[in-house]
């Protein structure tokens, strides 16, 4: 069975008619037959998409014909199954969401994964700064790196307030493609933050060219792997949130009003159904037995039709 590839891509870069470019973008993404997400603004493209190596070659060469994005980088990994299960593509006002006025231009200084590696080595005085949600970092991170407590990339100006007493200091900035650094980083300069760099390449390239290193845990994936396999062998940093057990398997509360997102190994997601608390699990079975009631009365509708 042929492998799947998997790209990670964006730039930021003027588009001037995003709604053009992503009817041309969704048109070629279905003659090659690739599945996946991108999304496009006017300040440029974000997205992943899978396929075979000739579809994904193929769509990188579009990519590449145009002008603004001839140098476009594509962070490539290789699985068995898409993960994905359609193809989409969608205009936004931001290809990553802060809901900042940002200049771009002004972002972080890049620090290549070699580089990364050693200031690491050398053990020099600087803030290693997670910009992820901090669901991502819990099942996976770089040793010593703080932190921050948010749920959305747009509570990132939070991050800014936390370190405002840092403004002298030196920071480098990780995220698992480089994205989100890039809005980040040009927010802290913004903000007036002296010395800002990001890794450049993100967690995945660092990953591939310096495996067993510095890197702890699983990268965490927007997609339906959840977990990158660039890191596969690294044992779990997480727990199960029941039994405590090392796990870094994410699953949501079934129940659908809560749909906590939660770290459960494959016992306790079947002794619980895969809910978050015993609340959960009778508004759960609660709405298990409204749809197999509608289900019924649908099925006893279609039958007095027939007969």
């Known amino acids: 069975m042929e492998k799947v590839h998997i790209l990670l891509y964006y730039k930021f870069a003027n588009v001037k008619n995003p709604k053009k470019f992503a009817k041309e973008n969704l048109e070629m993404c279905k003659l090659l037959g690739l599945f996946g997400k991108v999304l496009i603004a006017k300040e440029g493209i974000n997205g992943s998409v899978s396929g075979t190596k000739s579809q994904t070659d193929k769509y990188k060469k579009f990519i590449r014909k145009i002008p603004q994005f001839s140098d476009i ?12 299960t359609k193809m989409v593509v969608r205009v936004r006002k931001e290809i990553i969401r802060l809901d900042q006025e940002i200049d ?7 620090v290549n994964p070699s580089e990364f590696l050693k200031i690491y080595e050398n053990k020099e005085d600087v803030i290693i700064l997670d910009a992820r949600n901090d669901y991502e970092s819990k099942v996976g991170r770089f040793k010593n790196a703080i932190i921050p407590k948010i749920k959305t990339f747009r509570e990132f100006p ?13 920071i480098i900035m990780y995220c698992t493609g480089g994205i989100r650094c ?17 890794l450049e390449g993100g967690i995945i390239t660092f990953c ?16 339906k792997r959840l977990l990158s396999r660039v890191d596969a062998k690294n044992p ?55 749809k197999t009631i509608i289900n019924r009365f649908k099925k006893q509708k279609i039958n007095s039709v027939i007969n």
């Open 73 to 84: 980088v594509f962070k490539e990994e290789i699985g068995e199954l898409h993960p994905f």
């Open 104 to 110: 771009i231009s002004k972002r972080g200084k890049y």
């Open 158 to 170: 939070k991050v800014a307030k936390m370190l405002r007493n840092k403004k002298d200091k030196k």
């Open 182 to 198: 890039e809005k980040a980083s040009a927010y802290l300069v913004q903000k007036g933050f002296k010395d800002v760099s990001q």
């Open 208 to 223: 591939q060219q310096y495996p067993n290193t510095i890197w702890k845990g699983k990268c965490f994936v927007f997609d």
């Open 236 to 290: 779990p940093i997480s727990n199960c949130k029941f039994c405590n057990i090392p796990c870094d398997l994410y699953q949501n509360c079934k129940n659908i009003e809560c749909n906590y997102f939660m770290t459960i190994c494959l016992e306790c997601e079947k002794d619980r159904n895969c809910c978050c608390s015993d609340k959960c699990y009778n508004k759960y079975k609660e709405h298990l037995l409204k």
